[in-house]
């Protein structure tokens, strides 16, 4: 590998630890004592208590969220004992219910995580029953997995796994055979700064317990080891909702694209354009130089408000928020719908209209500041879970630099609301096409 990439893979991984000490020293702090190491022989990233393993071409792609993540990740099986698993454990049954055990961990550390670029969905729950892995260990939790992800296809595999537990019984190497991009003895950079959010309390998990099999192959007392077993069916109820489940969390999976997700159109429609003058006064504060009533505007008769259209010489609005709905219940009309109504609320202002355009499923993607039409051309969705409306609101809380003036929603309605009390007192706007109705903030109907 060359020095130039190796500095780089290596300035990527510090700049992670540090941003993680800081988060919690307590929790992140091995990952000081940890080596890592380049190399192909690992799908992705793999831990065997002493070194972190990655590929490197796809370390490379993660962001900073993505990298923190795994990283903890990684940190979760080794505080938890995953990797100490005896060898009746082995296999990606067994993996699959570590995974859903650490990451229910992390999700209560604050990693707080739906989907992730480059990893995909972030399982905290088991799948038959489905109970949350932050209340079970992985022993417990590998009887309600009742699917063995190495038997499967590739591509299926992949919509199930986010990392590999190759390494996690090769516990004697030290990296020494393949490329060591970082190791204790690299000090961070002192230009290494860290102004991100303080987790509190220690976070030092106890490992889980593996009880041992008994002589004739059982395990504990009783000398049987039904571990491996997933629990009876109680009723063909459960079973067809737990079918449910895995073919919806399947459906979700395939919307993604070599871990991405999948790139919705973003073209123009035909339908017919309202008139964001008139809509948008309701709701953001404007800068009126010159102005007077006229009657209003024809096309918004049949709602249950109207107001004036002004004759403004010159007004603007500024920290306009679009959430654009791309979950997988979102037909591309809906997104041309879309394209075309920011694209007239800012021709209609005289591209004096800016703010934020975003895309949502059950999580926010691709925010994007515009200030002209040109903006949002250049913009590509994406999308296809499923729909979370308290996404956007934790992205405004946790993401906007500036306090939005609105926020309009465009939508197919599809969806459970939150509370009224999560907007903050930010006027929200909701376009919704079709027969759903917002039980709160406005609502407007798309054509």
């Known amino acids: 590998m060359l020095d130039w990439r190796i500095r780089k893979l290596k300035r990527q991984l510090q700049e992670s630890r540090f941003r993680l000490n800081h988060l919690n020293e307590a929790f992140a702090g091995p990952l000081y004592d940890m080596i890592f190491v380049a190399t192909k022989d690992v799908w992705r990233m793999s831990t065997n208590g002493t070194c972190i393993y990655f590929d490197p071409d796809w370390l490379q792609k993660l962001g900073e969220v993505e990298l923190d993540f795994i990283l903890a990740h990684e940190l979760m099986h080794v505080s938890l004992g995953h990797i100490e698993r005896p ?3 082995l296999g990606e049954r067994y993996h699959l219910a570590a995974d859903i055990v650490a990451n229910a961990k992390l999700r209560d550390m604050g ?18 029953p489905s109970v949350d892995g932050a209340l079970i260990t992985s022993v417990e939790a590998v009887k309600y997995v009742p699917i063995d992800p190495s038997v499967m296809d590739p591509a299926k595999r992949r919509q199930l796994m986010i990392d590999s537990d190759i390494w996690w019984d090769r516990k004697d190497d030290t990296g020494k055979s393949e490329t060591i991009v970082l190791s204790p003895a690299d000090e961070d950079p002192d230009d290494l700064v860290y102004t991100g959010p303080v987790i509190a309390g220690s976070f030092r ?12 192959g059982g395990g504990g007392e009783s000398g049987s080891d039904q571990r491996h077993e997933a629990p009876p069916i109680q009723s063909e109820k459960e079973l067809k909702q737990a079918i449910k489940r895995l073919r919806q ?3 979700e999976a395939k919307a993604s694209d070599n871990d991405g997700w999948r790139e919705r159109l973003w073209l123009e429609s035909k339908g017919k354009i309202l008139n964001w003058r008139t809509i948008l006064d309701a709701f953001v504060q404007e800068e009126l130089y010159d102005y007077s009533f006229t009657p209003p505007d024809r096309r918004l008769q049949d709602m249950d408000f109207f107001l004036p259209d002004y004759n403004v010489y010159k007004e603007m609005v500024k920290n306009v928020v679009f959430m654009v709905d791309t979950s997988g219940s979102v ?3 809906l997104l041309s719908i879309a394209f075309d109504e920011i694209r007239q609320a800012i021709t209609q202002f005289n591209n004096l209209i800016s703010g934020v355009v975003a895309f949502f499923d059950n999580k926010v993607y691709t925010a994007t500041t515009f200030s002209s039409v040109e903006d949002i051309k250049k913009l590509r969705p994406l ?4 729909t979370d409306y308290n996404a956007i609101f934790r992205f405004v809380d946790q993401n906007l630099s500036f306090v939005p003036s609105s926020i309009v929603v465009i939508t197919d309605g599809e969806g459970d ?6 907007a903050g007192n930010i006027p929200v706007l909701w376009l919704i096409t079709g027969g759903n109705k917002s039980p709160w903030g406005r609502c407007v109907k798309a054509q």
């Open 331 to 333: 037909s591309d009309d």
């Open 87 to 89: 060898g009746y454990y």
């Open 417 to 422: 609301y939150p509370p009224e009390t999560v």
């Open 205 to 216: 998990h106890k490992k889980e317990y593996f009880p041992k099999l008994g002589a004739a």
């Open 111 to 128: 990693f707080n995580y739906e989907k992730i670029p480059h990893i995909g969905k972030i399982r905290c729950e088991t799948f038959y």
């Open 249 to 251: 969390q399947t459906m």
């Open 383 to 386: 999308g296809g879970g499923g």
